[in-house]
């Protein structure tokens, strides 16, 4: 896909391509690889709410994803996912951070398809390692295994985020130029398939 900068001046024409997104745009990818911090950028550039369904899972639950592993177990925690992401797709048009693995969900894979522009941020193993091991909060990683599991994940889940809508690279740059980036594609992607939501403005 041929990227654009969306408030690049077209050709011939003292005019820009602006877009609002016909759907939800959901940010797929594993942990580590930035939705979060490119989520709201994303959201704030867009002028778009934004919401992070880990969050929200544990908002509902009322208590941490560790915990939630611990006492309910992962089962639990992807039901109480699918119904948390299902209700936020049911919401007015925003940014949405999803779970690293939960477009492997068969039914949360179908809902994000339906209902959203899935953008896959692609990080590599060493990349995703380096920030993974900053943080203590993930449920799937303990001290040591960092980079055993992010191989596993990245053997099951790269596939499946293969199937996205929208595949953005991410680098060790600053998140703006990632969010413009994403932009960018994303604004592509809707003029070609979502046209009538794609507007000429003067400038």
């Known amino acids: 896909m041929t990227s654009s900068d969306m408030y690049k001046p077209l050709r011939k024409n003292p005019l820009t391509i602006s877009f609002m997104p016909p759907k939800t745009i959901a940010l797929v990818g594993l942990m580590g690889c930035g939705k979060t911090s490119i989520g709201r950028r994303l959201a704030k550039k867009l002028e778009l709410s934004f919401f992070d369904s880990d969050q929200e899972v544990e908002i509902s639950a009322g208590c941490s994803m560790k915990e939630i592993y611990s006492v309910f177990g992962e089962e639990a925690f992807r039901s ?10 049911n919401q007015p048009v925003h940014v949405l951070a999803t779970g690293g693995s939960s ?7 179908a809902l994000l398809k339906e209902k959203s522009i899935t953008v896959w ?13 900053r943080r203590n909060d993930r449920p799937f990683i303990k001290n040591g295994n960092q980079r055993e599991v992010l191989e596993q994940l990245i053997e099951v889940c790269y596939p ?3 199937n996205s809508d929208i595949h953005v690279k991410t680098y060790d740059e600053a998140t703006n130029s990632t969010v413009d980036r994403v932009i960018s594609v994303v604004s592509e992607f809707v003029k070609d398939n979502y046209p009538d939501y794609c507007v000429l403005k003067s400038i």
């Open 103 to 109: 477009i492997a969900d068969d039914e949360t894979q």
């Open 121 to 133: 941020l692609d990080a590599d193993l060493e990349t995703l390692v380096t920030r993974v091991s």
């Open 160 to 162: 499946v985020y293969a």
């Open 80 to 89: 109480g996912e699918r119904r948390v992401i299902s209700r936020l797709l």
